[in-house]
């Protein structure tokens, strides 16, 4: 059985940082790309990073280039997202989710590439 969970997030001030974590299990996330994505109230799901399996390229939505960064380490079979540099419009539940597709490819934002699914962690930037 699959199962992705997410943790890390929480309540922050504009300007800080937090590192968001997803732990998989019956899947090793060096073969799969994993995508983190994030859904804010009344918006639809939002693709912020993903990172591949085969060669560790990564790749960035225009909200989280050059203050984001997303990692993997294989022996915890984890895979990060550093955010600094936090805004309000950050606010959002982030999800990570797993492709089958060992590249994460053009299409790494799209919703119905990822075959599973996390439950989610909210983070909240405010003052």
């Known amino acids: 059985q699959v199962q992705l969970v997410e943790s890390g997030g929480g309540l922050v001030q504009p300007g800080g940082s937090l590192r968001l974590s997803c732990a998989a299990s019956?899947?090793?996330?060096?073969?799969?790309?994993i995508g983190w994505f994030r859904q804010a109230p009344g918006k639809e799901r939002e693709g912020v990073s993903c990172?591949?399996?085969?060669?560790?390229?990564?790749y960035y939505g225009d909200s989280a280039k050059g203050r984001f960064i997303i990692s993997r380490d294989n022996a915890k079979n984890t895979v990060y997202l550093q955010m600094k540099s936090l805004k309000p419009e950050d606010t959002a539940v982030y999800f990570c989710?797993?492709?089958?597709?060992?590249?994460?490819?053009?299409?790494?934002?799209?919703?119905?590439?990822?075959?599973?699914w996390g439950q989610g962690t909210q983070v909240t930037v405010s003052s």
């Open positions: 989710a797993a492709d089958p597709d060992l590249m994460c490819g053009s299409s790494w934002e799209w919703v119905v590439e990822y075959d599973y």
């Open positions: 990172i591949s399996a085969t060669d560790g390229s990564t």
């Open positions: 019956g899947i090793a996330v060096d073969y799969y790309a």
